[in-house]
């Protein structure tokens, strides 16, 4: 299905231009629902050409479908970010502005990976206020990540420094010169899986697996195509971040005088409801990072929040897996529909 949408631009707090995209949709019968992407892709992840995509779906139901393209997304001019950055920033500016543009005093989130570290990290500031119920897939407040993955931040990440500023996985497609083609063939060498270049790429910069992001036998032909086209340009900045919340054991403030050491040092600062999604064969984010936010909510507030593992899926097929349509978005939207 061809969706229509309209482009909304909108000015982050410190300035840098965003936008969203509203789904035109004449049956809204339900609240806003803002959809936040990842690190390195763009708004449109969540619209695949699948049958039955998470949007169609949440415009059947009658929610208002917005979708957040915040400063890392590859519609938008790249440039160095941190998750604070995104956090302070960018999230409390789109949620104001759906707010405004809607009328609704309250609305609900859907947030994947990067953006749902530094969606957490507003919500927990207190910065996002109107969101009452958040769907986080795949990593929240706790990363986890394998013993080879952590390996590679600690050891690659200070190597690949020395010659790039960003990694772009679109680098399959058209490497733009010496030293990207240097390191498609080394991408090529190390990665036997049966998957295009690009999808390599996506595995050598975000995890530690022969696909890192998605199970193969989950994406059809169509999607695994189209995926080519849905990455690009990912700052090194956000990996130094990344590292110090790995070593940390949660997130917490890329800059090292900020006088907290963690951001769940002490309660959150939000009444949302969160519920928690983790593919468990996940190798880019161990499942674990959701299972101990999960822990860490529940201690906080019992009862109120919930965690669902995905057994027969890995991080974004969650979203644009060919049977994601009876596996996981009719529980995200029961979830949706709770309060």
């Known amino acids: 299905m061809t969706h229509r949408y309209e482009t ?43 049958d039955q995509n998470l949007i169609t779906m949440l415009a059947r139901e009658g929610y208002d479908v917005w979708l957040e393209n915040w400063r890392g997304s ?19 500016a789109a949620v104001k502005k759906v707010v405004e543009l809607t009328g609704k005093e309250e609305i609900k989130a859907i947030i994947h990976c990067q953006g749902s570290t530094s969606f957490m990290i507003s919500a927990a500031l207190g910065l996002v206020p109107q969101v009452r119920t958040i769907i ?15 390996f590679k931040i600690n ?7 020395l010659f790039f500023d960003y990694l772009n996985p679109a680098w399959g497609l058209h ?9 498609c063939l080394l991408v090529a060498a190390t990665h036997r899986e049966k998957d295009t270049l690009v999808g390599k790429f996506v595995s050598f910069t975000y995890g530690a697996g022969w696909p890192a992001l998605w199970l193969l036998e989950n994406l059809n032909k169509k999607t695994m195509d189209w995926i080519q086209y849905e990455f ?18 949660a997130l917490m403030p890329a800059d090292p005088e900020h006088s907290a050491n963690s951001y769940v040092e002490t309660p959150p600062k939000t009444d949302a409801r969160v519920v928690l ?24 507030r019992p009862g109120i929040h919930k965690l669902y593992i995905l057994e027969n899926y890995s991080h974004l097929d969650v979203f644009f897996g060919k049977n994601a349509d009876k596996d996981i978005f009719p529980i995200m939207i029961k979830e949706l529909n709770q309060n």
Request: with cysteine; glycine share 6%; charged share 20%.
């Open 8 to 50: 909304i631009a909108f000015d982050a707090y410190d300035g840098i231009k965003c936008n969203l995209r509203h789904l035109v949709n004449d049956g809204i019968s339900k609240c806003p629902v803002l959809l936040v992407h990842g690190a390195g892709v763009r708004a449109n992840i969540f619209d695949p050409p699948t």
């Open 74 to 92: 590859i519609d938008l001019e790249p440039q160095p970010w941190d998750l604070d950055q995104v956090a302070l920033n960018d999230h409390p």
């Open 136 to 150: 986080s897939n795949a990593v929240s407040l706790h990363p986890v990540v394998s013993p080879y993955s952590l």
């Open 155 to 161: 050891y690659y990440l200070p190597f690949v420094k």
């Open 175 to 183: 490497a733009p010169d010496l030293k990207s083609k240097a390191l």
């Open 232 to 249: 690009a340009e990912v700052p090194l900045t956000f990996f130094d971040h990344m590292k110090k919340c790995l070593h940390k054991g």
């Open 277 to 300: 999604f983790a593919g468990a064969q996940n190798l880019c984010f161990h499942p674990d990072s959701q299972r101990k936010t999960f822990e860490y909510l529940q201690g906080i």
